[in-house]
């Protein structure tokens, strides 16, 4: 099995910072890439980051020069730093890894149970 647990969330005053932390675990051969979404109220779920083994990123217009993330491979691990918050970034933010269990196994995308951000004006 595969887990993918977020952690970091809460609440903050737009203009503050928080950092988020994913951590995948289980039977895992080989991550190839990890990432985070994000669904807000009445809309639907964005891409918001992500991040290949080989560090390189990709990021939502919207949060490009405020949002910054990183990876641990040694720990399976995905970071979302996140400074210069604004309400419009409230939102359930969801861990993603595009991971593969055996050497023969396909590339499967796994997902974690997401963590609340609420910025606060």
């Known amino acids: 099995q595969v887990q993918l647990v977020e952690s970091g969330g809460g609440l903050v005053q737009a203009g503050g910072s928080l950092r988020l932390s994913c951590a995948a675990s289980?039977?895992?051969?080989?991550?190839?890439?990890m990432g985070w979404y994000r669904q807000a109220p009445e809309k639907q779920r964005e891409l918001v980051a992500t991040?290949?083994?080989?560090?390189?990123?990709n990021y939502a217009d919207s949060v490009k020069g405020r949002f910054t993330i990183t990876r641990d491979n040694a720990k399976n691990t995905v970071y979302l730093q996140m400074n210069s918050l604004k309400p419009e970034d409230t939102a359930v933010y969801y861990c993603?890894?595009?991971?593969?269990?055996?050497?023969?196994?396909?590339?499967?995308?796994?997902w974690g149970q997401g963590t609340q951000v609420t910025v606060s004006s």
């Open positions: 993603t890894a595009d991971l593969r269990r055996t050497l023969r196994s396909s590339w499967v995308n796994y």
């Open positions: 991040i290949t083994s080989l560090n390189s990123t």
């Open positions: 289980g039977s895992i051969f080989s991550i190839n890439a």
